[in-house]
Structure formats: C-alpha cells, structure tokens
C-alpha cells in the first residue's frame, strides 16, 4: 500500500518537480556552507578549481557514454566565451561567499536574471515594454535597499556578488544562444572541461596543498555542487520557470538559517526588504517570458 502510494507520488511530473527544486535550494545552500568552510584554509580560487575537477570526475561517465557525440558542435568560440565568463564569475563569488553573509550573497545574487533582461535587449536585440522595465528597475532598487549606498559601507564581498551576477547575466543569455544548437549535455560537457582547465591556470599560481582533513569537503563541494544542478535541471524539464522559482526563494531561508547556525550571522530588516523586491521583479521577467514562450508556440502551431 504505502509502495504504490509512494510510486504513484513520484510518477506525478509536477510533484516530482517540486520536490527535486526543493532539494537543489538546500543543496545549493550547503553549498555555499561548504565552500565558506574550505577556503577558511584554501584559497577560494583553488576552491572553484577543485570543484571544477571533481564535477569533470564525476560526469565521465557520461562522457564515455555518450561518446564523440558529445563534443560535436558548431559553436566552440561561444563555448570558450561562455566558459570564460563563467569561471570569472565563479571566482568572484566563492571569493564573495568566503567574507559576506551567506543571506546577504544569496540576495544579491537574484539579480542575475536582471542583468540578463537588461544583456538580452543589448546582444539579442529583444524589445522590451514598460511591465519588463519596470521590474528591472525594480531589481535594481531592491539592490540599492540591501546595499544602502551612503548610508553604509558598501563591502568587497557584497560588489563582487553583483559583479558575478552580471557576468551570469551574460552567460545566461550565451546558453540560450548555445540551445538553440547544441544538447543541454553537450552544453554542460564543454562548461566543465573548458571550466577546469581555464581555473588551473590561476589556481597554479597561488596553490597552496591542502591538508588531508580538507580533501573530503572539497570533494564534497565538487560532488553536491553537480548534484544540485542535476536536480535543478530536472526539475525545470517537469516545471514552468514561474512555478519553480517561488520554490528557489528557500534558497535565501536555508542561508540565513545555515548563516546562523553556523557562522552567527543575522540578516537585517534591510536585507528581506530588497531581497523580496528582487525576487519579484526576477518572478516578473520570468513570467512574461513564460507568457510570450506560450503565445509564440500557440501561433505557429
């Protein structure tokens, strides 16, 4: 009985979605735990290579899998681009997470989707209308609230936040442009080999060996980092992005949560205030998107 209730419960798409987008926020927020922790002792750019390494490590079996298959591609100058842009911005913010509040690096990183509505009119050529300019500027004052330019001082960790989110911008708009030819595998193969190698080069100059207690949480970022995408990813296959995304605001719950319990930190009045004002105008962007994916799909067919 409770057998064919659980697998009629799993069966259902939607609910299958929901729990798999549950479990990315807190993976994704232990995440961040994790690599606050390593680069306590390692540097946090080694950190990013390391977790570079072990997500190769673990999706080379996919890569045997799948075979040549996989690297054909007719893009490999956006791939580069893409991989470039990436690693820099992971490198700002694992450098960001190892000195600002956790609750604080998860706020400001909602803005990532803005900068990508703002690159998509700039690159793409999209055209907006007054509802999508209005939640980007929307986003950017929740920003200013969690900030408070003038009233406090603006620290390293919380601009390199945003400095990483507009990169992701950036690379958010190269993916969809990489979708439109290559698989998602083919995508995220190039991402982690490209990734590696471009993050081993600044990692050689400032290595510094780790100890053989650090090894196993390092491997753990590598490892639950890819496992956080992987249930992300599956979840938006059973998902609209307007219902997934009210889900990704635990994100921001587990981090102050974790926040506290393990580093004593406490979010304040400010940080909520604009983070819910930039979650918004993030829901607001997807949700015109999603409006107008299911309008131009409704006029072909």
């Not at 290595?207 to 090894?215: D, F």
């Not at 956080?228 to 981090?255: N, S, V, Y």
Request: proline letters at 4%; hydrophobic letters at 55%; aromatic letters at 14%.
């Amino acid at each position: 009985m409770f057998g064919q209730l659980r697998t009629k419960f799993w069966n259902n798409a939607a609910t299958r979605g929901v729990v798999l987008m549950l479990l990315s926020t807190v993976i994704f927020s232990l995440t961040h735990v994790s690599i606050r922790e390593a680069s306590a002792h390692t540097p946090p750019i080694q950190v990013a290579f390391l977790r570079n390494v072990f997500a190769v490590i673990f999706i080379i079996p996919l890569m045997v899998r799948m075979g040549r298959s996989l690297w054909v591609t007719s893009s490999l100058k956006i791939h580069v681009l893409r991989a470039s842009l990436h690693v820099t911005a992971m490198f700002a913010f694992f450098t960001a997470v190892s000195i600002a509040p956790l609750a604080r690096v998860t706020a400001l990183g909602y803005t990532a989707p803005i900068f990508a509505a703002v690159i998509s009119v700039l690159i793409l050529g999209e055209k907006f209308r007054l509802y999508r300019w209005s939640a980007i500027i929307m986003g950017f004052l929740g920003a200013l609230i969690i900030l408070r330019p003038g009233f406090d001082v603006i620290d390293t960790g919380s601009l390199l936040v945003l400095f990483a989110s507009a990169l992701w911008g950036v690379v958010l708009v190269l993916i969809k442009l990489l979708g439109k030819k290559d698989s998602s595998f083919t995508i995220t193969a190039y991402m982690s080999v490209l990734g590696t190698l471009l993050s081993a080069i600044p990692a050689y100059y400032i290595w510094v060996t780790p100890l053989w207690h650090q090894w196993p949480i390092l491997i753990f970022i590598g490892l639950i980092s890819t496992v956080g995408q992987l249930c992300l990813t599956e979840a938006l296959k059973h998902l609209d992005t307007t219902a997934a995304m009210p889900f990704d605001f635990l994100r921001l719950i587990w981090a102050a949560i974790f926040g506290f319990l393990f580093f004593s930190e406490i979010p304040d009045i400010y940080l909520w205030i604009g983070a819910i004002i930039i979650f918004g105008s993030g829901f607001m962007i997807a949700y015109r998107e999603s409006v107008k994916n299911r309008s131009n799909s409704s006029t072909r067919q």
